[in-house]
């Protein structure tokens, strides 16, 4: 199915502003970037609900996504632009998810302020890793997020099942 792209999506990393429409088909988890969020959102459904089950389908897909790039590291790393790009996409979906939200990465640095969850240095941590995609040290850097930020995440849904009486 055509979407219409909302503006929300458009940061250069990921979608020129010229992009008005993306195919997303139902089935898409992560393509095109933020597939599931888009579709969640077309939907009007809150994949926070069944965290559990998306972060876990996150983390597999950033394992697969790490486990490629790995050895393209070593004398191919031009091969990991798009790899990093769509692992950024994973990362910013489980952030704004594990805080109840739709992704926006138009205003992921001010967002961020706000949000309960994140991890130790979030705004400059992200940045470095969005000007630099395809470099050693943010790949090992966005590893890095990920574990932080699973880590935090299941502490979190710990702590609000258990005040929601689940």
């Known amino acids: 199915m055509n979407l219409k792209l909302p503006e929300q999506y458009k940061h250069t990393l990921f979608y020129s502003s010229q992009t008005h429409e993306i195919e997303v088909s139902e089935d898409s988890k992560f393509d095109p970037y933020f597939a599931a969020d888009l579709i969640a959102l077309h939907h009007d459904e809150k994949p926070w609900e069944a965290l559990e089950k998306w972060t876990g389908l996150i983390q597999e897909e950033w394992n697969d996504l ?3 790039m790995r050895p393209l590291f070593e004398g191919h790393a031009d091969q990991t632009y798009d790899p990093m790009v769509k692992g950024l996409s994973l990362f910013l979906t489980l952030l704004y998810w594990t805080n109840e939200k739709h992704v926006s990465v138009l205003t992921w640095e001010q967002d ?6 994140s991890i130790m240095n979030a705004q400059e941590r992200i940045s470095f890793v969005m000007k630099r995609p395809a470099v050693y040290f943010s790949f090992i850097q966005l590893d890095e997020m990920f574990r932080e930020l699973l880590k ?3 502490k979190f849904s710990a702590i609000r099942k258990r005040k929601r009486g689940i």
């Open 66 to 68: 790490s486990a490629e």
């Open 112 to 117: 961020i302020k706000e949000f309960e969850v």
């Open 152 to 154: 935090t995440s299941a």
